[in-house]
């Protein structure tokens, strides 16, 4: 298991940026998948992003696609979501999630399962008012 701290969530205006991080505990943070989560009042979780062991694999829910990149620097032991153009519907809380499954990650992108992932951070809540 990882442990997960997120940061980086506030209180902007639509159209601005936040860039949220993720810090993991361990010194086996590259060995994991990293994804983006996200959870508005009411509604379920939803997958947001994915990102391979070794940053060079990264995909999108379509909903975020251009406007979301995330990011991993495997020597900090962080992953990081930049959100830029950001609107009231992004309101959530976010979290960050480690996998250690082993699947194609194209496969594991497009099934974007909370289910994949064994371990969860407390969330970051941002907050984009109009």
């Known amino acids: 298991q990882v442990q997960l701290v997120e940061s980086g969530g506030g209180l902007v205006e639509a159209g601005g940026s936040l860039r949220l991080s993720c810090a993991a505990s361990?010194?086996?943070?590259?060995?994991?998948?990293m994804g983006w989560f996200r959870q508005a009042p009411g509604k379920e979780r939803e997958f947001v992003a994915a990102i391979s062991r070794s940053g060079g694999s990264t995909y999108y829910t379509e909903a975020v696609k251009g406007r979301f990149t995330i990011a991993r620097d495997n020597a900090k032991n962080t992953v990081y979501l930049q959100i830029d153009s950001l609107k009231p519907e992004d309101t959530a809380v976010y979290y960050c999630a480690a996998s250690s499954i082993k699947i194609p990650f194209i496969v594991f992108g497009r099934r974007g399962s909370p289910g994949d992932f064994g371990s969860w951070g407390q969330g970051t809540q941002v907050t984009v008012s109009s």
């Open positions: 361990g010194r086996t943070f590259s060995t994991y998948r």
